[in-house]
């Protein structure tokens, strides 16, 4: 259950209502979900935010394999049961290969993975694993990607440790239906 309680949209005052339909139509979905109700408890961070978190998605520099690749280790390394099940699935929908998505999984990175997702993975684990990134890792990743690209692959990385601290501290549930394939 979660620690706090799930905002409605009519519980929101105007200005909290636009911020309750802008994350809804960022993420071109017809409800606002469970974690982002959550958030909505501090209406103006959470738009601030749930922002930053659509324009990484929607707007990256970043392919859109590499990018959902990344996203699948920033959830495994948190343990991420939400944002694990729906960006494996978004993963591999963008040609992340089953083998790659399992590697990430089970703890078995690089095995398996792609020469261009051995960089990413490469970039991101010393980053959350030893808070740190050697020069080398962001050489290799700002070569692949060009320097938008990485500012978006450490913008991304922040992003979704900030909405998985969320998850840590709020709990919130998974969405009804959902089961984690974590």
Not at 20 to 43: E, K
Request: proline share 5%; with cysteine; net charge neutral.
């Amino acid at each position: 259950m979660a620690r706090v309680p799930y905002v409605e949209r009519e519980e929101l005052d105007a200005e909290g209502q636009q911020i309750y339909d802008r994350i809804r139509s960022d993420r071109n979905s017809p409800t606002v979900g469970l974690q982002f109700r959550a958030l909505l408890n501090s209406p103006k961070a959470a738009s601030y935010l749930t922002s930053m978190g659509a324009q990484l998605r929607f707007q990256s520099a970043i392919p859109d394999n590499l990018k959902e690749f990344a996203i699948i280790v920033v959830a495994r390394e948190w343990n991420s049961d939400i944002e694990w099940t729906a960006h494996a699935a978004l993963a591999a929908k963008a040609g992340v290969s089953a083998a790659s998505i399992e590697a990430v999984r089970t703890r078995k990175v690089p095995a398996g993975l792609t020469a261009d997702e051995k960089i990413i993975a490469g970039f991101v684990l010393p980053l959350l694993q030893q808070k740190a990134l050697p020069d080398e890792a962001f050489a290799a990743a700002q070569k692949l990607l060009g320097t938008r690209g990485v500012v978006d692959l450490t913008l991304t990385c922040s992003y979704y440790t900030a909405i998985n601290v969320a998850q840590v501290a709020l709990k919130p549930e998974m969405e009804p239906g959902k089961v984690s394939t974590l």
